[in-house]
């Protein structure tokens, strides 16, 4: 379905890059449609039937759709909605017909419409004129794909299953937020865009691993990309002695570098992803509290033993949280 593919390994920072993603507002704009301040196209007042109009007075009309300027027409995925272009007393476009597929033929009563094709997250809008002739309009998307994923140290795969990626739109807003795209995307799948550029997050566990990146998105191509965290996986559990069995009903608290609380859990084992870097963990059981300061280096898993003994309890009068 992509004209070719794009490979970038790996990725460390987010790169400033120029193009920001085509929106459904800049689809608009191109069409002539920015002046009607439309609502969004989830906006709309469904149709009593998804079956075409039925013929009689009504032409027909053929609508397809490319990724490209010239390319060749999708043949699945395309969900397509037509509106008549005033909006109800509540604001919302009444959709007169919808489908599935590739391309697709409409019965629709002589009159302007708006026609918006999706394609996975990518999508366009076009205002089209039917009359009593035949006749066939097509949408050019301008999307591709990207495919994500992510690797450590050396090249070795992280376990797709602790891997989450979010993606956002490429250009913040004068807060510095970004609006989300699509959270919880799973390594390896492709997700269909428009062209422009992404801020994607990739997420190695659930406590501090995260790296971010600014990645293109071109029209017609399948862009993969590869980025590398510098973590490990860490196993902490509390023992009377070296090698010992975990200590049950222990609560876990784990302190980053600045003595600022990251993590905490209760178990036997406190197991977590954590970046490279330096941690202190600190284990209560009953009424007792120790403490182990530790460093994580990227990709060496590693089991931390806290010793239960008079040498790492610290003073509950401390502070210690």
Known sequence: MFEGTLRLFPIWLAAALLMVPVSLAV?????????????????YA??????PLAAGSSGAITLSAQLTDKGADITRGIVWRIFRPDPTGDGKLPM????????????????????????????????ITVGKDAKRESLVLDAGGLKLDAVLSGGVR?????????????????????????????????????????????????????IRSDIRVEAGKL????????????????????????????????????????????????????????????????DRIYQKDFTVVAGQNQEIQVLATEASAIDPQEGAD
């Open 27 to 43: 689809a608009q704009d191109a069409d002539g449609l920015g002046d009607l301040k439309l609502p969004g196209m989830s906006n």
């Open 96 to 127: 007169v017909a919808s489908a599935h597929g590739g391309s697709a033929v409409f019965q629709l009563e002589p009159g302007s419409y708006l026609v918006h094709a999706s394609y996975g997250r990518a999508g366009a809008t076009k205002r």
């Open 223 to 286: 862009t993969e990309a590869a980025v590398e965290h510098r973590a490990a996986e860490m196993t902490m559990k509390l023992v009377r002695e070296p090698g010992g069995e975990a200590i049950a009903d222990t609560s876990w608290s784990l302190l980053n570098e600045s003595g600022d609380p990251i993590q905490e859990t209760v178990g036997a084992f406190a197991s977590m992803v954590l970046a490279e870097g330096d941690y202190t963990i600190i284990a209560k059981n009953r």
């Open 46 to 51: 469904p149709p009593k039937s998804d079956a």
């Open 158 to 210: 992280i376990p797709p299953k602790k891997l989450r990626f979010s993606i956002y739109e490429g250009q913040a807003e004068a807060n510095h937020d970004r609006a989300l795209i699509i959270p919880d995307v799973e390594p390896n799948s492709v997700v269909r865009l428009n062209a422009g550029v992404y801020h994607v997050v990739s997420t190695y566990g659930s406590v501090n691993a995260v």
